[in-house]
Nanobody, 126 residues
């Protein structure tokens, strides 16, 4: 069993940067694919970024490519999402997620993940 705890959200002006974190307890994230999703009011959960199970590849949603970076620490217990050049449309609750059986083609599908953090609010003002 993996427990994920999100932190690091907040309020930032457009063009600014913010880093959100996701700490795993219960076990490390080694062998898990991990990802970030976001959900704005009235919208579905949107894929943001993911790291493959072996950690060798990263993937990004089109809206964040070139601005956001996903990474995890060497101990494989903490996942990060560095967000630069933030826009008001990036405002959402950001969730981390982990899954043990995910393959590359499923990384953008939230239904394929087994464990979720509680989410952290990111608000970008114009």
């Amino acid at each position: 069993q993996v427990q994920l705890v999100n932190s690091g959200g907040g309020l930032v002006q457009a063009g600014g940067s913010l880093r959100v974190s996701c700490e795993a307890s219960g076990r490390t994230l080694s062998g898990y694919a991990v990802g970030w999703f976001r959900q704005a009011p009235g919208k579905g959960r949107e894929f943001v970024a993911a790291v493959s199970r072996d950690g060798s590849s990263t993937y990004y949603g089109d809206d964040v490519k070139g601005r956001f970076t996903i990474s995890r620490d060497n101990g494989k217990t903490t996942l990060y999402l560095q967000m630069n050049s933030l826009k008001p449309e990036d405002t959402a609750v950001y969730f981390c997620a982990a899954g043990r059986r995910l393959i590359t083609s499923s990384l953008a599908n939230p239904e394929q993940y087994d464990y979720w953090g509680q989410g952290t609010q990111v608000t970008v003002s114009a």
